[in-house]
């Protein structure tokens, strides 16, 4: 018995929301381990800029993953994808808002300029490989 396509569809996007946390958490662990001084500026929100490009690096990563778990999940329901980068973003905003002062523009606007495409290019990524679709291109 296959599952009907409204719930494969809302699970596929809770799966990519979900995986996002799961990998930023666990990359973020990994950073306070290995960049000396991390957990330190994190409390005081004070990072300095390999501090900032890392946490770019995980939110990058975490995006890519995201939309693969979902593609994978979703398998022919591609609006999923589509739905879980607008959710991300529509999430992302108000969070990077509060956090307006704390940190620099250019860093608000890559994460949350890139959220969605990375998202899309994990699906991507996903279908090529995992599918066997190639571009047209």
């Known amino acids: ?36 001084g991390y957990a330190e500026a994190e409390l005081a929100t004070r990072f300095t800029l390999p501090m900032l490009l890392a946490r770019l ?14 593609a994978l999940f979703a398998r022919s329901i591609l609006g999923a ?27 608000h606007a890559v994460f949350l300029v890139s959220l969605a495409p990375l998202v899309l290019v994990g699906a991507r990524v996903t279908h090529r490989f995992a599918f066997g679709v190639r571009s047209a291109a």
């Open 1 to 36: 018995m296959t599952m009907p396509k409204p719930i494969k569809f809302v699970l596929a996007v809770l799966i990519g929301f979900v995986v996002w946390f799961v990998v930023a958490t666990i990359a973020n662990m990994l950073i306070r381990a290995s960049l000396p």
């Open 57 to 70: 690096v995980v939110g990058a990563v975490s995006s890519v993953a995201a939309g693969l778990a979902c």
């Open 81 to 107: 994808v589509k739905v879980l980068a607008a959710a991300l973003v529509l999430f992302f905003v108000p969070v990077h808002y509060s956090l307006w002062t704390q940190f620099p523009l250019w860093y």
